[in-house]
């Protein structure tokens, strides 16, 4: 009988383990493009057996993926190899994990993402306004929320006499946390109507999906030009505009729902060129001129 191969195997494991209903269909697709990225590295898979790839050749395709993918798909290329390689051996198809050591290459890349300028955010805004979900992609800009943040969110989580939000759901721990709402985002939730237990829904009357949300930014790309709108970018954006306007930066990490307070500014934000000016002119001002009078005074007194 003739060996598995790795190919067979991943395409196997992906649709019997992670394929809905074992999965969301998000991590299903997730997977799928992973294995699309692992076939274009290292085409001869689709001859090796199970137990013909170890450690060592694993380690070399994670290396050689630095080259050309960011550190996020890097790591699930290792995940998927990880599970992978456990239900084969649950299943007697190896003796071995040869992926429970691989470590990420050091010169991996972050995948950049940039916020919007304020220029271009207000275009967003405009450009919402006139789309039937484009209170959503507001509301975003001024929350910081996350896409699946977002999408939980019920009128249990509102608090009208607050003015909060209480996330339940998110990606981490962390992520559970109250945001206090601004006027405007205060408004967009009290014009929601009560069509179910979600506050933001569809067209359709239903909770909103990822495919939703996506299909509205790609619509505001059309609409203004600017090919980078994501839901991730509305996150950026609202952070970045957060530290242009001098917010505690301790209170931003937690109204975004991080651990760190380095990783909230190491990531998201990313001042634009404009307010790096405004910053600089604020040196031409009375700090810098006492500062000149003081050293005229200091290089007087040497001279004595």
Not at 208 to 220: A, D, G, N, P, S
Request: glycine share 2%.
């Amino acid at each position: 009988m003739q060996a598995t191969t790795v190919e067979e195997w991943l395409e196997e494991w992906l649709d019997t383990y992670i394929k809905p209903p074992c999965r969301k269909e998000n991590t299903y697709q997730c997977y799928k493009f992973v294995l699309g990225v692992i076939n274009s590295l290292r085409p001869e898979l689709s001859k090796y057996g199970l137990t013909d790839v170890d450690e060592l050749f694993l380690q070399k395709l994670l290396n050689q993926s630095a080259q050309h993918y960011s550190k996020s798909t890097i790591k699930k290329i290792r995940t998927v190899f990880k599970e992978a390689y456990t239900v084969a051996m649950r299943n007697h198809k190896c003796n071995e994990n040869p992926a429970l050591s691989l470590t990420i290459p050091e010169d991996a890349r972050e995948k950049e993402i940039h916020a919007l300028t304020r220029e271009e955010e207000l275009k967003v805004m405009e450009a919402a306004k006139n789309d039937v979900l484009g209170h959503i992609a507001i509301f975003m800009l001024l929350t910081g929320i996350r896409s699946i943040e977002l999408r939980n969110l019920k009128w249990e989580d509102y608090n009208s006499e607050s003015g909060e939000i209480t996330i339940r759901k998110s990606k981490t721990k962390n992520g559970i946390r109250v945001i206090p709402l601004l006027s405007e985002a205060k408004k967009i939730i009290e014009n929601q109507p009560h069509y179910c237990e979600y506050i933001f829904t569809s067209t359709i009357k239903k909770p909103v999906t990822k495919t939703v949300l996506r299909r509205l930014y790609e619509r505001l790309r059309k609409a203004t030009g600017i090919d980078i709108i994501t839901n991730h970018v509305y996150r950026h954006s609202f952070a970045t505009r957060a530290v242009e306007k001098k917010v505690d930066y301790k209170a931003l990490s937690k109204i975004l729902g991080h651990k760190d307070v380095a990783f909230t500014l190491h990531r998201y934000a990313d001042a634009e060129t404009a307010f790096l000016h405004e910053q600089m002119e604020m040196m031409e001002k009375k700090p810098i001129s006492s500062l000149k009078r003081n050293i005229r005074y200091k290089v007087a007194t040497h001279r004595r």
